[in-house]
């Protein structure tokens, strides 16, 4: 019985040094890394901005052989979305709800079982051509979970310092060409015209994506297709 009764004791004096040691510790907190590439910051957000380019660069996929992703409808951009499943770390969810191009990237993360977070990436150019990349998180800790902001650099430090070595790699390694276009604004006379509204991803847009929408067109309208003066074209209600 004595013995319980210690047992008890040390397991109240642990307990009102938690919560003491508690109450004393921030409510928030904030887990950063950067880098320097020699690369320019549109080619750097481009791999960041699509979720689709992650699995190229996470370190989770390659230390995880359980973890499977899974895409959104959009992946690109304002209002992207992917999930993903682990066995062994859990699952959770990330969705960009800002993006500046070429400046600055804030995505929300949601860990199962956990409060969500928030994911900023920034691109600052330097001298030379290069990009000083950061990429961090933050958020707020309950009370009795705030012990856990002192574990938080340990726990994901070292894989913000791989993704960015890997972007890092990736973008050093892969030609960039930058073209510049010419645009011009003119005035065109009414017409009647018939399309196909898609919301797609940037790197959806191609000639096959063309090609199927025109043809769906073309076969719809039949011989007043074929009898039309005007070349086919596309209008871009929005562009981000």
Do not use: C
């Amino acid at each position: 019985m004595r013995i319980v009764k210690i047992i008890l004791g040390i397991l109240l004096v642990l307990l009102v040094i938690y919560l003491v040691t508690s109450f004393f510790l921030p409510s928030k907190y904030n887990v950063s890394r950067e880098l320097s590439m020699k690369a320019p910051s549109k080619q750097i957000y481009a791999q960041v901005i699509d979720f689709q380019n992650w699995e190229k660069w996470s370190p989770w996929l390659q230390e995880d052989p359980t973890m499977t992703f899974q895409y959104g409808e959009q992946t690109a951009g304002e209002g992207a979305t992917y999930s993903w499943t682990s066995e062994e770390n859990g699952g959770g969810k990330q969705s960009i709800k800002y993006a500046s191009p070429y400046d600055t990237i804030k995505t929300l993360i949601q860990f199962d079982g956990m409060d969500p977070a928030s994911g900023l990436w920034t691109f600052k150019t330097g001298e030379n051509g290069s990009t000083m990349v950061q990429w961090g998180f933050s958020g707020e800790l309950g009370f009795f979970s705030r012990i856990f902001g002192l574990f938080m650099d340990g726990m994901v430090g070292e894989s913000f310092e791989i993704e960015l070595a890997n972007i890092k790699y990736i973008v050093e390694s892969e030609k960039f060409e930058e073209v510049k276009l010419e645009v011009y604004r003119s005035q065109l006379d009414s017409m009647q015209f018939y399309s196909i509204t898609e919301n797609v991803s940037m790197t959806e847009i191609s000639s096959d994506f063309f090609g199927k929408n025109f043809s769906q067109i073309n076969a719809y309208l039949g011989k007043e297709m074929q009898n039309s003066e005007r070349p086919p074209f596309a209008i871009f209600h929005e562009w981000n």
